[in-house]
């Protein structure tokens, strides 16, 4: 099981809005296949498997991280791959929260005699998926918040200046995000600072499991923009891939430039003047993205983590200081007393390059 999450991993970049799965089949003890999903509309890890395995898959065991799908989409059902090919016990590491799977995989094995046992390092086939199992289970995606800051929690100097707070490798390592996300979202006041691209900016060699610079899969660019006071001429705007600019339902008559220029608009309800996040997340996990990666200032981030909405924070830390008129990490108005504070815990602290970065989430 542990071979088929390595394999899985391959897909990290590529399967969206699929699943990253993986496969192993052993025989008597050895290895006879092994794959994983590639990209939506190809072959499943099973199937990869099994076309590996050829007539050794007769008797086999398969090892696979998602419980085998028993449905016609793109692809036909992975039950019936291997039950034409023999095997005879399927070890299950998660079963699939997708309601047009959901155990009915499992059992639809069961039924036809195979052996299946399932939850086999299930933490780790869950850790595999965050996005894919959160939209299965509640219509709306993963959120990380990448922010990037000083030792002493500044992400800018008083004049807005930030470029560049951590080193060369730190921002790679967020291009490695941007590619595994399938949205990245931003806020107005970060487009008319800075005209950022917010596109992924490495090339295959550097995306494990990439073999074709045609698989470097460019996101989803959402900008939050209440007023559409998005210029037509951003520079997001212009790049390979989409751009979405979100305003307050009803979109004034300017969202017309935007659209002409290449961007699509969408409006959605507010709350206290601002966009309503809840429905941008349900409207993200409708449009089937699976983890949204949220690039923006200390307002937007707090109201993020205010409103209870990242499961994720990946804080790039630099060691150096920039005193304290420099611009904080999140704006969180009201908190006064300790009582307020906002609990996080720690999931990973690593060096990266000359900085650290740390993963935390909401407890």
């Avoid at 990253?20 to 003890?29: A, K, N, P, Q, Y």
């Avoid at 086999?120 to 990380?144: K, S």
């Avoid at 990439?210 to 001429?233: F, H, I, K, M, N």
């Amino acid at each position: 099981m542990a071979r088929a999450l390595r394999l899985a991993e391959r897909g990290r970049y590529t399967t969206d809005p699929n699943p990253r799965v993986g496969c192993v089949l052993v025989r008597d003890g050895t290895l006879v296949g092994e794959g994983w999903h590639r990209r939506a509309g190809e072959p499943h890890a099973e199937r990869e498997a099994l076309a590996a395995a050829g007539r050794a898959a007769q008797g086999a065991t398969a090892y696979v991280t998602l419980e085998p799908c028993c449905h016609h989409g793109r692809t036909p059902p992975c039950t019936d791959g291997l039950l034409e090919a023999g095997v005879s016990r399927v070890v299950v590491g998660m079963q699939d929260p997708n309601p047009l799977v959901a155990g009915q995989g499992i059992a639809r094995l069961r039924a036809a005699g195979v052996t299946v046992e399932t939850g086999l390092l299930e933490a780790d086939a869950r850790a595999l998926n965050p996005g894919f199992v959160r939209r299965m289970e509640t219509g709306r995606p993963y959120v990380r918040c990448k922010l990037a800051a000083s030792l002493d929690g500044r992400t800018a100097m008083a004049s807005g200046e930030s470029q560049w707070i951590t080193s060369e490798a730190a921002r790679r390592d967020v291009q490695r995000l941007r590619a595994g996300s399938s949205a990245i979202v931003t806020g107005v006041e970060t487009v008319l600072a800075d005209d950022p691209s917010l596109n992924v900016r490495v090339g295959a060699s550097e995306l494990a499991g990439l073999e074709r610079e045609a698989d470097v899969r460019q996101p989803l660019r959402v900008v939050l923009d209440s007023a559409l006071r998005t210029p037509p001429g951003a520079r997001l705007i212009g790049l390979p891939g989409k751009t979405l600019i979100v305003g307050v339902a009803p979109l004034p008559q300017r969202a017309d430039a935007l659209v002409d220029a290449g961007a699509e608009t969408l409006g959605l309800p507010a709350v206290g003047g601002c966009i309503d996040l809840a429905a941008l997340l349900v409207e993200l996990g409708r449009r089937e993205l699976n983890e949204v990666l949220v690039e923006a200032g200390p307002t937007l981030a707090g109201s993020f983590l205010r409103a209870g909405l990242l499961d994720e924070l990946v804080l790039y830390v630099a060691p150096h200081v920039m005193g304290d008129a420099a611009r904080g990490l999140f704006r969180l108005p009201g908190l006064e007393l300790m009582a307020d504070r906002i609990a996080l815990g720690f999931r990973d602290v690593r060096r990266v390059g000359r900085d650290l970065r740390i993963i935390l989430a909401p407890e």
